[in-house]
């Protein structure tokens, strides 16, 4: 089974500042992916980035960095200079490496963001 | 190119009432997924579609519970006798498939039920 943990259920920064959303996961699959989806308050989830479990370099996406530690089974998001349009829910979540068939995704419960003056 | 859409959005009903909800997805995409969201926990899986096959339930999905995708297009989640605890955010999701672990699920605004 899989399973993602996001141990911060609350996080704050300032304006234009970098943070760091961490992310650790569990699986038994060789083969996985790692996904961030933001949610508004609106309730829609906006897919952010994806890393590849045999992907050697960490992903990038704009102002949004994934950093992939595999050893580890972490997955933080690192957004640099933030935005009060960041404010948000961000979920971290794992998929299987398998293409026999469904991939439903697990997340994690999810860390509030609210960026700052 | 139209992102998926949900319809509708918000959703009262009261306590066993059936409802229906509908889900379009992005042109292309093959798969779709519904997932439920309650407050203050990450979406969780409930069924998901390739093509106008179902071939996947969670045993979330109680008997009360029943989704088609007739045409392989469009899809509808139907909640027979709706009960308080019910009430969640249904989201749905489409995919291009398969893909293996690079398959990324593009969501709906989700339709927000309350049951009274």
């Known amino acids: 089974a899989q399973k993602i943990t996001q141990t911060q259920p609350g996080m704050f920064v300032q304006e234009k500042e970098a943070v760091t959303l961490d992310c650790t996961y569990d699986?038994?699959?060789?083969?996985?992916?790692l996904f961030w989806y933001k949610q508004p308050s609106s309730g829609e989830m906006i897919f952010l980035i994806y890393q590849g479990s045999y992907d050697q370099q960490n992903a990038t996406e704009g102002r949004y960095s994934l950093n992939f530690q595999k050893a580890r089974k972490s997955a933080n998001l690192v957004i640099s200079a933030s935005q009060l349009g960041d404010s948000a829910m961000y979920f971290c979540a794992m998929i299987r490496g398998f293409t026999g068939g469904g991939n439903k995704l697990t997340f994690g419960t999810g860390t509030q963001l609210k960026v700052e003056l | 190119d139209t992102g998926v859409s949900q319809d509708p959005r918000h959703k009262i009903t009261k306590r066993g009432q059936n409802v229906t909800f509908r889900c379009d997805p992005i042109?292309?995409?093959?798969?779709l997924y519904w997932y439920r969201q309650t407050l203050g926990q990450g979406p969780e899986f409930l069924t998901y579609?390739?093509?106008?096959?179902?071939?996947?339930k969670s045993r979330l999905l109680s008997d009360r519970f029943s989704a088609e995708r007739p045409k392989g297009s469009f899809s509808t989640l139907e909640i027979q006798r709706t009960e308080q605890g019910d009430s969640a955010m249904y989201l749905c999701?489409?995919?291009?498939?398969?893909?293996?672990?690079?398959?990324?699920?593009?969501f709906g605004p989700g339709t927000r039920l309350l049951v009274l």
């Open positions: 042109s292309e995409h093959n798969r």
């Open positions: 579609f390739q093509n106008e096959a179902q071939l996947e």
């Open positions: 999701a489409s995919s291009l498939a398969p893909q293996g672990a690079g398959e990324t699920q593009y």
């Open positions: 699986t038994s699959d060789p083969s996985y992916g």
